[in-house]
């Protein structure tokens, strides 16, 4: 089975941090994805990243960054933390047109 | 960009019945429908999927239907049970290189027993 692994289910931190959500694969594919999702909102794309240090940002980019150095791990990095940051974040990796999603990382910024 | 709209937000059934939700997308471009499902506590799970170049397509009791025409699509659940109790996420994809998936706010489906 695909296995998309996120490191934490669950994080604190505090406004102004800076905080690195990661997510590790093994299907040895190139497209990984991150979204975070929200009540009423549904899952809205943070980044993506169709090969090794190859990035483009989603729809809603702003106040994150990511790093794709291995094929395997993307990370996503919120540079400074802010309570409108506090989410369910998901990371998913693509088999062909299928989307494999980790069970998320639930962020508390407080 | 794509934009997708998912209805109803919750839907509530008796075990039994049937259950539809509806979504329509924004981009004549994007060519690939998944359905999603997330149970408690997990991420979301592929169940059924649509290419543009087909109209309809079912897995026993999952059903999914595409008008491109009208730029919507519908996922149907007959004979519902207890576990399909969920949230349910439709999307809309377009091959740039990768599939980048633009997903609906989902569904909160409830089925009564």
């Known amino acids: 089975d695909v296995k998309v692994t996120q490191s934490s289910r669950y994080l604190v931190k505090r406004t102004g941090e800076k905080v690195f959500l990661e997510c590790v694969q093994d299907?040895?594919?190139?497209?990984m994805f991150w979204y975070r999702q929200d009540p009423g909102l549904g899952l809205r794309l943070i980044y993506f990243s169709y090969d090794v240090k190859m990035k483009e940002k989603g729809d809603i980019p702003e106040g994150y960054s990511v790093s794709r150095e291995k094929k395997e791990r993307f990370s996503l990095i919120l540079e400074s933390a802010s309570t409108n940051q506090t989410s369910m974040y998901l990371c998913?990796?693509?088999?062909?047109?299928?989307?494999?999603f980790g069970q998320g990382t639930r962020l508390t910024v407080v | 960009g794509e934009n997708v709209e998912q209805h109803p937000s919750t839907l509530s059934v008796q075990e039994g019945d049937s259950a539809v939700i509806k979504c329509t997308y924004s981009d004549s471009a994007s060519n690939y429908f998944p359905w999603y499902k997330q149970e408690l506590g997990k991420g979301p799970q592929l169940i059924i999927d649509?290419?543009?170049?087909?109209g309809e397509k079912k897995d026993q009791r999952i059903a999914v239907t595409l008008n491109k025409t009208a730029k919507h699509f519908s996922l149907h659940i007959t004979e519902t049970q207890p576990e399909d109790s969920a949230v349910y996420f439709c999307?809309?994809?377009?091959?740039?290189?990768?599939?980048?998936?633009?997903f609906g706010a989902g569904t909160r489906l409830f089925v009564k027993a």
């Open positions: 998913a990796g693509q088999v062909g047109t299928e989307a494999f």
């Open positions: 299907m040895d594919h190139e497209n």
């Open positions: 649509i290419r543009s170049n087909v």
């Open positions: 999307a809309a994809a377009l091959n740039t290189g990768g599939f980048k998936t633009i």
